[in-house]
Each structure stands twice: as structure tokens, then as C-alpha cells.
């Protein structure tokens, strides 16, 4: 059964910085692309990045670029997402989510329990 | 950026009832379109991709259907634990929107 864990999320400083993990287990890592989806409290579900199954493809929502990178690590089997410039609306659950596609994204058939980042002073 | 526009925004229904839940685009995306349900405090879940096919494990009551610009989701019979928010997503081009979901209360 495909899993993923994510880890990373907590509370920090307006202006801070985060680096958030996801580790995969139970699939071929390298032969899917990924991606990040955020929620913040009693909101919708919102795009935040995904990545080609290489890395060699990236991809942010304009809310986040140039604050966010999404990497992967394909012999470790693990996502990531740092976040630097944290701001109050980045407050929310961070979903790492399996694509069911390779170069590009299709849609996402696997997720994880979801981390809870909270920015506040 | 390609808005996707659900509606309605919040649902009431009954355990047997048909309900159907559309999502208009901005702009033509053809049928790269998905729809997810989401439990409190739980993940999202696929249901369809590609408008209108199902994804595996998926009971036969959920359909989808659509292309170009207006989709819907529609559930034949409701049954209990299909009382959830409902997203649809395009991937046609980046930024991968969704729409801002639909709530199927009792």
C-alpha cells in the first residue's frame, strides 16, 4: 500500500523559514510526479507545487514563488518543500500527494495525513 | 490563471437522493478535470479523473461528465458516508486550481 509521511510542520515566526518532508514508501518514487496542497483552517484546498518524476520540472502557484521550492530526492525516496518567508496565510495543513503522472500533473490518487504549518508571532 | 467556479457552495440532501455538483472554468480545459472528496479532518480522496472516469476502488454511484468548460459530479444514491466537501481540480495548465469546494450536509 502506497504511504506517504510527511513531516517538518510547526509553529514559526512571521519571516521564518520551514522545510517540510514527505516519505514514500510502497511504489516506484522516481516514476511519478509529486506535489504539495495546502489547507488553511476551515478553507478550501489550494495548489501549492508540484515536480516531474526527475526534478528536472517545477512548478509553484504565484502565492508562493519565489518564498517556496519544491525538490525531491528520488534514492531516498523523499519530497520536500522549504518554505522561507513565511507569512500568516501561509498558515495551514500541508498535503504531500502522489500524481498519477509522470512529466507533468494528471491528477493525485495518493495523499498523506497532512502536517500543520502555523505562522504567528 | 483559470478560475474554476462550483456551485452550489453548500448542499442538503437525503441518504437515497441523486445530487449533482457542477463546475464551470474559465476557460476551455477540455476534460482535464478531477473531482476529490474530503472528510472532516481527513485527506482528500480521488473519485474521477479526466472528467469522467472512475478511479479504482470508487463505488459505481459516483459519476462525472463534461468537457470544454462545465463538468458535474454526480452521486446516484447517497449513502451515509458520502455527507463530505467536494473539490473539483483542473490540470489542464498551471496554476492547478480547484474549485472552492461543495458541502453535502444532511
Known amino acids: 500500500e502506497v504511504q506517504l509521511l510527511e513531516s517538518g510542520g510547526g509553529l514559526v515566526q512571521p519571516g521564518g523559514s520551514l522545510r517540510l518532508s514527505c516519505a514514500a514508501s510502497d511504489f516506484s518514487f522516481s516514476s511519478f510526479a509529486m506535489g504539495w496542497v495546502r489547507q488553511a483552517p476551515g478553507k478550501g484546498l489550494e495548489w501549492v507545487s508540484s515536480?516531474?518524476?526527475?526534478?528536472?520540472?517545477?512548478d509553484h502557484a504565484d502565492s508562493v514563488k519565489g518564498r517556496f521550492t519544491i525538490s525531491r530526492d528520488n534514492v531516498k525516496k523523499t519530497l520536500y518543500l522549504q518554505m522561507n518567508s513565511l507569512r500568516d496565510d501561509d498558515t495551514a495543513v500541508y498535503y504531500c500527494a502522489k500524481d498519477k503522472g509522470y512529466g507533468h500533473a494528471w491528477y493525485f490518487d495518493y495523499w498523506g495525513q497532512g502536517t500543520l504549518v502555523t505562522v504567528s508571532s | 490563471d483559470i478560475q474554476m467556479t462550483q456551485s452550489p457552495s453548500s448542499l442538503s440532501a437525503s441518504v437515497g437522493d441523486r445530487v449533482t455538483i457542477t463546475c464551470r472554468a474559465s476557460q476551455n480545459i477540455n476534460s482535464h478535470v478531477n473531482w476529490y472528496q474530503q472528510r472532516p479532518g481527513k485527506a482528500p480522496k480521488v473519485l474521477i479523473y479526466d472528467a469522467s472516469s472512475l478511479e479504482s476502488g470508487v463505488p459505481s454511484r459516483f459519476s462525472g461528465s463534461g468537457s470544454g468548460t462545465d463538468f458535474t459530479l454526480t452521486v446516484s444514491s447517497l449513502q451515509p458516508e458520502d455527507f463530505a466537501t467536494y473539490y473539483c481540480q483542473q490540470t489542464y495548465t498551471v496554476p492547478y486550481s480547484f474549485g472552492q469546494g461543495t458541502k453535502l450536509e444532511i
Open positions: 515536480i516531474s518524476g526527475t526534478g528536472s520540472r517545477t
